[in-house]
């Protein structure tokens, strides 16, 4: 306390009830930010236990020989120089690759198609925008089931239609035929399911550009194509980068669908990497493999954001 | 012309709703259908079958849902309310920390959570998966729960403090009906996401008397080996689906609402 009163005693009078009130309001600030810091507990300690503790685990069982069962022992470059030697692998980040690409093509030109059909509010656009919403509440996994039964050749409507119309002939094996017809199949399969996701999350950005904008394009005697190249695709820049985020990420780390419906095959071929990383760890039983591939993994998809919103800041700016 | 755009516009949208609505509608038809005509013989294999739902599947996955929802709900309601309107140290840091979960990949979190879960004594447990799942819905309900507090004006909460509600009952009685589109989504989204999860128990969960409806459904396809019963399969999709779908109408408005001006501000 001698601070106190020697501060005190230099100043005159008056500053004591000022100075007062501060301290108090000192006082209540900091109880105020002990209170929200105790709220904010709760996440603290999820996100703590379960995903900075596991995040910091996964890159050790990297650098261990980590077998399901038994202990583990340190074998630093091992697991990591073993990827190299994993065919299965290279395969599968070719053929991770090429999904991603093919995909986020398709679902973004589909999902942009659909906002722009239903942005305007017209006669039937409420139903057409749940239409193409509805995939979105069934599951995943659920959704894949569905289209095994949709695309087999037993109880599928598809391959009959298609015999009627004499477009093919025999038995038609979609989801596993062919490597070509095994990823196809998958990819209708998700387009079905995340259109109407995609498509949600642009018609927000679209019906966030103010109607004076379009109007004065239109007052510049502005085409609908330019209107749509020079004031929509600008405006929309922002969601674009959120929507194409959200799907070379989810493209990226493919599973269930090729789980479900092609199982890897025919051949392997439509394998991706998280289906590998799922079977070093529970059908191989190494763990410290499957982690060292997820620890490079993550530290693509890591450089990937980090560039994409380098390149999107530079741009807005 | 415009007689045209406004036909073409009706032609292509009808086309498309039809696509989609499609698979839904023979799924539907699917589950159906028998060999003598329709009936309810495939529910019938789905619940009988040696690879088929059992009772305490269902069980399963109503506990899950449960505890997700409940979870996420306090979990993000609780953080909202601190991210919304306190400052604290530390603060912009762990924010961030969680919408990094989006940024991680699922697999390579989930095989570090099999052991960590495996310590703590919660290996092929049901409450060990709703953690899991509570910590995969954090980031994004509580950037809509911090929105949805940050809305309500600040006239609200004073008030409460000048009539001596301290925080905890100004949250209980003055903020949280006002956060309640925020809550029905992140509710919404939560059990959508539990009830239908598949990668997740499929790491976690060990025996077969843990599995979740979806597991047990999946596994009708992938621990046949030979032939496939399709028909059951679709019955077994219509089953899981049924619930969400009747959510899902239920409470679409405020879903979407919720959806459109929460999560996508700021």
């Given at each position: 306390m001698p601070?106190?009163?020697?501060?005190s005693?230099?100043?005159?009078l008056?500053a004591?009830?000022?100075a007062?009130?501060?301290?108090?309001k000192?006082?209540?600030?900091?109880r105020?930010s002990?209170?929200g810091?105790?709220?904010?507990?709760?996440?603290?300690v999820?996100v703590?236990?379960?995903?900075v503790?596991p995040l910091l685990?996964?890159?050790?069982?990297?650098?261990n020989r980590w077998p399901l069962?038994?202990a583990p022992t340190?074998n630093l470059?091992?697991?990591y120089?073993?990827i190299?030697d994993?065919?299965l692998?290279?395969s599968?980040v070719w053929f991770?690759?090429k999904?991603?690409?093919?995909?986020?093509?398709?679902?973004f030109?589909l999902a942009?198609?659909?906002?722009l059909l239903?942005q305007n509010r017209r006669?039937g656009?409420?139903?057409?925008?749940t239409?193409?919403f509805?995939?979105?509440?069934?599951g995943?996994a659920?959704?894949?089931?569905?289209?095994l039964g949709?695309?087999?050749d037993?109880?599928?409507?598809?391959?009959?239609?298609?015999?009627?119309i004499?477009l093919?002939?025999?038995?038609v094996s979609w989801?596993s035929?062919s490597?070509?017809?095994a990823?196809g199949?998958?990819?209708?399969l998700?387009?079905?399911?995340?259109?109407?996701?995609n498509?949600?999350?642009m018609?927000?950005?679209l019906?966030?550009i103010?109607?004076e904008?379009?109007?004065?394009?239109?007052?510049?005697g502005a085409s609908?194509w330019?209107t749509?190249r020079r004031v929509t695709?600008p405006?929309?820049?922002?969601?674009?980068?959120?929507?194409?985020?959200?799907?070379?990420?989810?493209s990226v780390?493919a599973?269930?669908?090729?789980w479900?419906?092609?199982?890897?095959?025919?051949?392997?071929?439509?394998t991706?990497l998280?289906?590998?990383?799922?079977?070093?760890?529970?059908?191989?039983?190494d763990l410290?493999?499957?982690?060292a591939?997820?620890v490079?993994?993550?530290?693509?998809?890591?450089?990937?954001?980090i560039v994409?919103?380098?390149?999107?800041?530079r741009r807005?700016? | 012309?415009?007689?045209v755009?406004k036909?073409g516009y009706?032609?292509?949208g009808a086309?498309l709703?039809?696509?989609?609505?499609?698979p839904?509608?023979w799924?539907g038809?699917?589950s159906?259908?028998?060999?003598?005509g329709f009936?309810?013989e495939?529910?019938?294999?789905?619940f009988t079958?040696d690879n088929?739902?059992?009772?305490?599947h269902?069980?399963n996955?109503?506990?899950?849902?449960l505890l997700?929802?409940?979870?996420?709900?306090?979990?993000?309601?609780?953080?909202?309310y601190?991210f919304?309107?306190?400052?604290?140290?530390?603060?912009d840091?762990?924010?961030?920390?969680?919408l990094a979960i989006l940024?991680?990949p699922?697999?390579?979190?989930?095989?570090?959570?099999y052991?960590?879960?495996?310590w703590?004594?919660?290996?092929?447990?049901?409450?060990?998966?709703?953690?899991?799942?509570i910590m995969?819905?954090?980031?994004f309900s509580?950037f809509?729960m911090r929105n949805?507090?940050?809305?309500?004006?600040r006239?609200?909460?004073?008030?409460?403090?000048v009539d001596?509600c301290?925080?905890?009952?100004?949250?209980?009685?003055?903020?949280l009906?006002?956060v309640?589109p925020?809550l029905i989504t992140?509710?919404?989204?939560?059990?959508?996401?539990?009830?239908?999860?598949f990668?997740?128990?499929?790491?976690?969960l060990?025996s077969?008397?843990?599995?979740?409806t979806t597991?047990?459904?999946?596994?009708m396809?992938?621990?046949?080996h030979?032939?496939?019963?399709?028909?059951?399969?679709?019955?077994g999709?219509v089953f899981?689906a049924v619930?969400?779908?009747?959510l899902?109408?239920?409470m679409?408005?405020?879903?979407?609402?919720?959806?459109?001006?929460?999560?996508?501000?700021?």
């Amino acid at each position: 306390m001698p601070t106190t009163v020697q501060r005190s005693s230099q100043r005159p009078l008056p500053a004591w009830p000022a100075a007062e009130a501060a301290r108090r309001k000192g006082g209540r600030a900091r109880r105020r930010s002990l209170v929200g810091a105790a709220y904010a507990a709760p996440t603290a300690v999820m996100v703590g236990l379960f995903f900075v503790a596991p995040l910091l685990l996964v890159v050790w069982m990297s650098v261990n020989r980590w077998p399901l069962l038994g202990a583990p022992t340190f074998n630093l470059p091992d697991n990591y120089a073993h990827i190299a030697d994993n065919q299965l692998v290279g395969s599968a980040v070719w053929f991770t690759l090429k999904y991603t690409v093919l995909m986020t093509v398709l679902l973004f030109s589909l999902a942009f198609g659909l906002a722009l059909l239903v942005q305007n509010r017209r006669r039937g656009v409420g139903f057409l925008r749940t239409a193409f919403f509805l995939p979105m509440a069934v599951g995943f996994a659920s959704a894949s089931l569905l289209f095994l039964g949709l695309l087999s050749d037993e109880i599928g409507p598809v391959s009959d239609a298609l015999r009627a119309i004499g477009l093919v002939d025999g038995y038609v094996s979609w989801t596993s035929g062919s490597s070509a017809s095994a990823l196809g199949s998958t990819m209708v399969l998700v387009l079905w399911r995340f259109a109407g996701f995609n498509m949600l999350i642009m018609l927000t950005g679209l019906q966030a550009i103010p109607v004076e904008v379009y109007e004065a394009a239109r007052i510049d005697g502005a085409s609908r194509w330019q209107t749509f190249r020079r004031v929509t695709l600008p405006l929309m820049r922002p969601t674009i980068a959120l929507v194409l985020t959200l799907m070379i990420t989810g493209s990226v780390l493919a599973f269930d669908q090729f789980w479900i419906l092609t199982r890897g095959g025919p051949d392997n071929s439509t394998t991706s990497l998280v289906m590998v990383i799922y079977r070093e760890a529970f059908i191989k039983l190494d763990l410290g493999s499957a982690a060292a591939i997820s620890v490079a993994l993550l530290a693509v998809l890591v450089v990937v954001n980090i560039v994409q919103l380098g390149v999107l800041r530079r741009r807005s700016s | 012309m415009k007689f045209v755009s406004k036909a073409g516009y009706g032609v292509t949208g009808a086309a498309l709703a039809i696509m989609f609505l499609f698979p839904l509608l023979w799924s539907g038809w699917a589950s159906l259908r028998t060999s003598s005509g329709f009936g309810l013989e495939n529910y019938d294999r789905l619940f009988t079958s040696d690879n088929g739902i059992r009772p305490h599947h269902i069980v399963n996955s109503l506990t899950v849902s449960l505890l997700t929802v409940g979870g996420t709900l306090l979990v993000a309601t609780l953080g909202g309310y601190a991210f919304g309107r306190f400052r604290f140290p530390g603060r912009d840091a762990l924010f961030l920390l969680t919408l990094a979960i989006l940024m991680v990949p699922y697999a390579t979190i989930l095989i570090a959570l099999y052991v960590l879960l495996g310590w703590f004594g919660l290996q092929d447990s049901l409450i060990g998966l709703s953690l899991v799942l509570i910590m995969f819905q954090l980031p994004f309900s509580l950037f809509m729960m911090r929105n949805s507090f940050e809305a309500v004006p600040r006239e609200l909460e004073e008030s409460a403090q000048v009539d001596g509600c301290n925080s905890f009952s100004a949250l209980l009685r003055i903020m949280l009906p006002a956060v309640r589109p925020g809550l029905i989504t992140v509710g919404l989204f939560a059990f959508l996401a539990s009830w239908n999860e598949f990668f997740a128990p499929l790491i976690l969960l060990n025996s077969t008397d843990k599995f979740t409806t979806t597991l047990a459904v999946v596994n009708m396809r992938t621990a046949s080996h030979g032939s496939i019963d399709y028909a059951a399969l679709e019955a077994g999709v219509v089953f899981m689906a049924v619930p969400c779908l009747l959510l899902f109408a239920f409470m679409q408005r405020s879903y979407v609402r919720g959806f459109t001006s929460g999560a996508l501000k700021g």
